[in-house]
């Protein structure tokens, strides 16, 4: 993928480019890494790509106002749930323009469950805008599309992130939901990786160390002694 500009912006109105200060240090972290986040997600277990829908359909009313086509101008959608362990971690939503899907962009729609990013991040003429992120509200196409991954009722604040990628003029915007599936995953790793942390620093595991490395030299110097006895005859 190249470091030209793109003249698309998926910024405007709640998506913004600094995450909101309520955010977590691991939303944060997730809502703005660079790269791909297939790759990403590869780092916490096996990813699997499940496809939910392909289809002509019409954008949203945000989507349209960042790619600069017609409320009713038709696009290619595909939308997909990349699970690590069979577990549902992200929900995806994948926009370009119908004439786009049938050119330039035409491989999105025989990527089947390869993940996109083998697409987006193989060709050094596809560019990305900056990603943005917002809070999902009930009202969102995408927070229903989550909410099908979700077991029961939503508990927490669905979050997003989008950007734009260009090839050849021809623009694809992807949308990613985290599911909240995600967090609790990097939760709990965080929180086993403090407590293992604590465990190798407390006095007690300190004093099972001493122990393991000084019982060696004594207990040599004690076969050593014991064998320097003549045996009783």
């Known amino acids: 993928m190249g470091a030209q500009r793109v003249r698309f912006d998926a910024a405007g109105g709640r998506w913004r480019v ?6 977590t240090a691991d939303q944060k972290d997730w809502l703005t890494r660079g790269g791909s ?5 590869r780092t916490l277990g096996k990813v699997g790509v499940r496809v939910t829908r392909e289809a002509i359909a019409r954008p949203w009313r945000d989507e349209a106002d960042a790619l600069g086509v017609a409320a009713r101008a038709p696009v290619w959608v595909r939308e997909v749930v990349l699970e690590v362990d ?10 370009a323009p119908l004439a786009a899907s049938r050119g330039v962009w035409q ?4 990527l089947r469950t390869r993940p996109l990013a083998e697409l987006l991040y193989s060709d050094s003429s596809v560019a990305r805008s900056a990603l ?7 009202r969102d196409p995408l927070a229903a599309h989550a909410a099908r991954e979700i077991e029961g009722p939503p508990r927490h604040a669905l979050f ?3 950007s734009v990628f260009e090839r050849h003029g021809a623009p694809l915007m992807v949308t990613e939901c985290m599911l909240p599936a995600l967090w609790a995953h990097l939760a709990t790793r965080a929180q086993t990786r403090r407590e293992e ?4 620093t407390s006095p007690h595991h300190a004093h099972e160390r001493y122990a393991r490395t000084s019982a060696g030299p004594l207990e040599h110097l004690a ?11």
Do not use: C, N
């Not at 577990?87 to 926009?95: D, E, G, N, R, T």
């Not at 076969?223 to 005859?233: F, Q």
């Open 18 to 23: 600094a995450p909101r200060p309520g955010f």
């Open 37 to 41: 986040l297939t790759a990403h997600l």
């Open 86 to 95: 069979g577990v549902p971690f992200v929900a995806a939503h994948s926009i």
């Open 107 to 110: 491989a999105m729609r025989r």
């Open 132 to 138: 943005v992120s917002a809070r999902l509200t009930a």
């Open 160 to 162: 997003a992130r989008r």
């Open 197 to 200: 942390g604590a465990s190798a």
């Open 223 to 233: 076969s050593r002694a014991h064998g320097a006895h003549p045996k009783a005859s």
